[in-house]
């Protein structure tokens, strides 16, 4: 008789905790993505301490999300010219923001080369300066010798 309790409890007790991994693992994460925002703007990069893109008109993308749209993803690039004359090139850079249990984190993603289709070098953690000039807005992205910088405010798309 022990053994038969002793079995219908270990029974329960196991089909409980299965149970409960289920519940867990089904629950959705609310995950919000909002609209995209395209522009056109001025731009500057620099990496390494050389300027490759001096104020000169990019195109960028905002994408927002988190429930509170405090998070977000920031493509900024510049088209120019190949090496061997082709128009297949660009400078581009992805700045985020995130957010790990309510603390901001702010890096860039760079392509380096103009002929590079990923962005493959990580720059992080930067720090982010806004500015301010007139009807202007822009940030940047800064750490040590770079500095990723693009206008809010240009024509919007």
């Not at 008789?1 to 409960?20: C, D, E, V, Y």
């Not at 429930?67 to 581009?92: A, L, P, Q, R, W």
């Not at 923001?97 to 901001?104: A, D, E, H, I």
């Not at 009807?135 to 693009?150: E, M, Q, S």
Request: with cysteine; glycine share 8%; charged share 25%.
């Amino acid at each position: 008789m022990m053994k038969l309790i002793s079995i219908l409890f270990l029974g329960l007790l196991f089909s409980g905790i299965a149970n409960a991994g289920d519940n867990y693992y089904k629950t959705p994460k609310i995950y919000k993505v909002h609209d995209n925002i395209n522009w056109t703007g001025k731009c500057f990069i620099q990496y390494e301490g050389k300027v490759v893109v001096n104020n000169e008109m990019c195109t960028m993308s905002l994408t927002e999300y988190g429930e509170e749209k405090d998070e977000f993803t920031i493509v900024v690039s510049k088209e120019v010219d190949c090496d061997d004359g082709t128009k297949n090139c660009s400078y581009f850079f992805y700045a985020h923001k995130n957010k790990l249990l309510k603390t901001y984190f702010f890096n860039v993603y760079y392509n380096v080369w103009k002929d590079m289709t990923q962005a493959g070098q990580r720059i992080s953690p930067t720090r982010i300066d806004e500015y301010f000039v007139g009807v202007i807005d822009g940030a940047c992205f800064l750490k040590d010798n770079h500095k990723f910088c693009y206008e809010f405010k240009g024509k919007l798309d």
